[in-house]
């Protein structure tokens, strides 16, 4: 691991660290956040989107998105999902990994922190934990977000498999949103796969959920395939039972994560951990047979 240099992304003093073959943009003004996320073989590509214009009036005040990549805590509600996270962020970067520690959200009894490590097989290792820094158990599950660059598409895979020995049952779900449309022509299905296109032009947002099959999720741009592989564990997951979920609008679309419902007591941390990858692909359409070339 390397620091490179510090510079502003939209007016936000951001540090770059080259770690294995990624470049990573960390925010120090604000956060936890990572703004920046690259291949070294194509540092000036930011994958993902940096949307510093768009803001929500909430009751503890204006709540900006930035972009980027953030952590969460699910179910989402007004205003514990949108607290403020504008004040400068501690940045430790040390023996290979990068954390990035939040600031206190003491209305929630909640403080965030995300740690990348680069493994062994040179992928980023995400590591999202949520402490309860109150006196009574909290309930919630970790929600990584990472909003990325317009004009690509998701894939989500969702593979059948038997769940008794004659396939009696179902075995597949998606949850879906009072806003979404499945009439609309930026969502796609094939036997194994969700597409959802972020198109510039549209005029409402989309949101779909799943369990996902394997447990991952995709955003392809510019020739390049953002791959988030998480491990599901048998325990409850929110929004009917998901561990994948796909948002988008005419600014942005972004790919989440979730970790399982937890009770978490005073003290306590709660973890939920992803594996990044950039994969060069060239030209890729939404359609199974040109995924399942490079997955």
């Known amino acids: 691991m390397s620091y490179t240099e510090e510079r502003e992304i939209f007016g936000i003093k951001t540090r770059f660290f080259k770690l294995g073959n990624f470049m990573l943009g960390i925010p120090s003004e604000i956060g936890p956040r990572i703004l920046y996320f690259a291949s070294s073989k194509n540092p000036d590509l930011n994958l993902f989107g940096v949307v ?8 503890e005040g204006l709540w900006k998105i930035y972009g980027g990549h953030r952590l969460w805590s699910s179910p989402e509600a007004m205003p514990r999902s949108y607290s403020l996270d504008d004040e400068p962020v501690q940045i430790g970067a040390y023996d290979g990994e990068i954390t990035i520690y939040g600031n206190p959200e003491r209305e929630n009894s909640i403080q965030k922190e995300i740690t990348i490590k680069l493994n062994s097989d040179g992928s980023l290792k995400v590591e999202h934990k949520i402490k309860n820094i109150g006196r009574w158990p909290i309930r919630l599950a970790c929600w990584a977000i990472s909003l990325m660059k317009k004009n690509g598409f998701a894939i989500i895979p969702i593979k059948p498999s038997k769940v008794d020995e004659r396939g009696l049952l179902p075995d597949r779900h998606i949850s879906l949103w009072p806003y979404t449309n499945l009439a609309d022509d930026r969502i796609a299905f094939s036997e ?6 972020q198109n510039p032009n549209a ?16 955003y392809y741009t510019d020739g390049l395939l953002f791959v988030k592989e998480i491990v599901r564990e048998d325990k409850e997951y929110l929004d009917f039972g998901c561990n994948v979920e796909v948002y988008t609008n005419s600014e942005f679309l972004e790919l989440e994560t979730l970790g399982p419902l937890e009770l978490v007591e005073p003290l306590q941390v709660v973890q939920h951990t992803e ?5 060069e692909v060239g030209k890729l359409e939404p359609r199974q047979e040109d995924v399942e070339k490079v997955l």
């Open 192 to 197: 194994n796969y969700i597409f959802l296109r």
């Open 52 to 59: 510093p214009e768009i803001k929500i009036e909430t009751p």
């Open 203 to 218: 005029k409402l947002p989309i949101k779909i959920g799943t369990k996902a099959n394997p447990s991952r999720v995709a």
């Open 275 to 279: 594996t990044w990858k950039i994969l």
